[in-house]
């Protein structure tokens, strides 16, 4: 199993910035891609940004330019900074991991793992 705490959430002033952190604990050798979705009151849940284990990238559209997604994986922490905030942004923002069974780890579960989330507002 995996356990993921995020951090960092709070009241940011429009066009500030702010960095999410996500400490993952467990069976973390068995996660390979990493990411950050939120979700806006009234909203479904939408992907922000995923790196996978071989640092490949992917950003929403509404994101790209703005925040940048990283990891420490000697921490174990997944990092999301985010710059020039828009209102548009206020969020529950959650991290999620991708556990995989492969032949380096078999017994691994094939599964999502999410944290409880963290919530960003931001102030026009």
């Known amino acids: 199993q995996v356990q993921l705490v995020e951090s960092g959430g709070g009241l940011v002033q429009g066009g500030g910035s702010t960095r999410l952190s996500c400490a993952a604990s467990g069976d973390t050798v068995c996660i390979s891609a990493m990411g950050w979705y939120r979700q806006a009151p009234g909203k479904e849940r939408e992907l922000v940004a995923s790196i996978t284990s071989e640092w490949r990238t992917k950003y929403a559209d509404s994101v790209k330019g703005r925040f940048t997604i990283s990891r420490d994986l000697a921490k174990n922490t997944l990092y999301l900074q985010m710059n020039s905030l828009k209102p548009d942004d206020t969020a529950v923002y959650y991290c999620?991991?991708?556990?995989?069974?492969?032949?380096?780890?078999?017994?691994?579960?094939?599964?999502?793992?999410w944290g409880k989330g963290t919530l960003v507002t931001v102030a026009s």
């Open positions: 999620n991991a991708d556990s995989q069974s492969t032949l380096r780890v078999p017994w691994c579960e094939d599964m999502d793992y």
